[in-house]
């Protein structure tokens, strides 16, 4: 199993660090590619999310934890937030079929992460956001 951890400011600027973090991870796993383009975009779409709306008033950080066990070639992102809470399972799919313009905004970019990851899992505990994306890599 490997593990690691890493904090980063939860300002969109700062995607880019968690980003090339992520990738370099990944691409030393041997991970292939089409997989790490999925796990870049939903990560981008949590990052940006929680950098978004998470701290409104205030910068925080994110706490990301990547977990890889090769046994079964999975792998899990943790981010972890002490914003104010809220749990994206709870939101409802949109309706992809209805025009543009008579869909309400939001939804799509948690419905995007629940299509290209495996399992996404929401906690909130002692005071944290703890939102956990899975992907099978083989």
């Given at each position: 199993m490997e593990e690691k951890n890493l904090i980063v400011s939860a300002e969109i600027a700062?995607?880019?660090v968690l980003h090339d973090y992520l990738r370099n991870f990944?691409?030393?796993?041997d991970i292939p590619n089409k997989i790490i383009?999925?796990?870049i975009i939903a990560?981008?779409?949590?990052?940006?999310?929680?950098a978004t709306y998470a701290y409104p008033n205030s910068c925080g950080y994110i706490n990301v934890n990547i977990i890889y066990i090769p046994d079964n070639g999975i792998l899990k992102i943790k981010f972890i937030d002490q914003g104010i809470?809220?749990?994206?399972?709870?939101v409802s799919a949109p309706n992809i079929k209805e025009k543009?313009?008579?869909r309400k905004i939001g939804g799509l970019g948690i419905?995007?992460?629940?299509?290209?990851?495996?399992?996404?899992?929401?906690v909130y505990m002692s005071g944290k956001n703890n939102l956990t994306i899975t992907k099978k890599t083989k």
């Open positions: 700062d995607w880019h990944m691409e030393k796993l383009n999925h796990i990560s981008e779409e949590i990052f940006v999310n929680i809470p809220f749990n994206p399972t709870l543009i313009e008579n419905f995007i992460v629940n299509k290209l990851m495996d399992n996404v899992e929401y």
